[in-house]
T-cell receptor, first 112, second 114 residues
Framework: DGGITQSPKYLFRKEGQNVTLSCEQN?????MYWYRQDPGQGLRLIYY???????QKGDIAEGYSVSREKKESFPLTVTSAQKNPTAFYLC???????????FGSGTRLTVV | RKEVEQDPGPFNVPEGATVAFNCTYS??????FFWYRQDCRKEPKLLMS???SGNEDGRFTAQLNRASQYISLLIRDSKLSDSATYLC???????????????FGSGTRLQVQP
């Protein structure tokens, strides 16, 4: 079955560490996105990529980095520069704007 | 002002009730509109797209008013399984930056009670 796989489901980070969240899709979608969700709030766009080897900053890119070396993969690195990284991170992909997004099941990141 | 605004709720309704959610968006150039459903601690899932002509999917009816920049979702004959957060979502393509992405409202929480 086609879909988006995010891993790990839960991640704990120590202060000052960089961590990388994985996102893989086998839907043959060109566009991929990373969002962050805080409790009681909507999703906020971190980074997005419309084609391989290209990506753009979203609304809250500071402290994050991404790469898009393959169509299927769009990993997100949460760097030590991100001062408040505890959140629910969601990866999504889309074929076309009129079809909406398909989301992965998310990664819950907690700083300990 | 937020780009997409929704009443956060919660809406507490009995089973069988009809409930309506409203949403406004600020960018008149927005092009596509959706309602997503999000269960507690889960990812959002597409419920339905929203068109100016209005569209219906079983007990769910969505409507878009471009002139008023207003989107609605009506749920008839509410079921316990409808309890979730409903997210109003807008797609905008920005000509100046080339950005194409969805913007999410904060969601309206629905609790259907027996």
């Amino acid at each position: 079955d086609g879909g988006i796989t995010q891993s790990p489901k839960y991640l704990f980070r120590k202060e000052g560490q960089n961590v990388t969240l994985s996102c893989e899709q086998n839907l043959n979608h060109d566009a991929m996105y990373w969002y962050r969700q805080d409790p009681g709030q909507g999703l906020r766009l971190i980074y997005y990529s419309q084609i391989v080897n290209d990506f753009q900053k979203g609304d809250i890119a500071e402290g994050y980095s991404v790469s898009r070396e393959k169509k299927e993969s769009f990993p997100l690195t949460v760097t030590s520069a991100q001062k408040n990284p505890t959140a629910f991170y969601l990866c999504a992909s889309s074929r076309d704007r009129d079809y909406g997004y398909t989301f992965g099941s998310g990664t819950r990141l907690t700083v300990v | 002002r937020k780009e997409v605004e929704q009443d956060p709720g919660p809406f507490n309704v009995p089973e069988g009730a009809t409930v309506a959610f409203n949403c406004t968006y600020s960018n008149s150039a927005s092009q596509s509109f959706f309602w997503y459903r999000q269960d507690c601690r889960k990812e959002p899932k597409l419920l339905m797209s929203v068109y100016s002509s209005g569209n219906e999917d079983g007990r769910f009816t969505a409507q878009l008013n471009r002139a008023s920049q207003y989107i609605s979702l009506l749920i008839r004959d509410s079921k316990l399984s409808d309890s979730a957060t409903y997210l109003c979502v807008v797609f905008t393509s920005y000509m100046d930056t080339g950005r194409r992405a969805l913007t999410f409202g904060s969601g309206t929480r629905l609790q259907v009670q027996p």
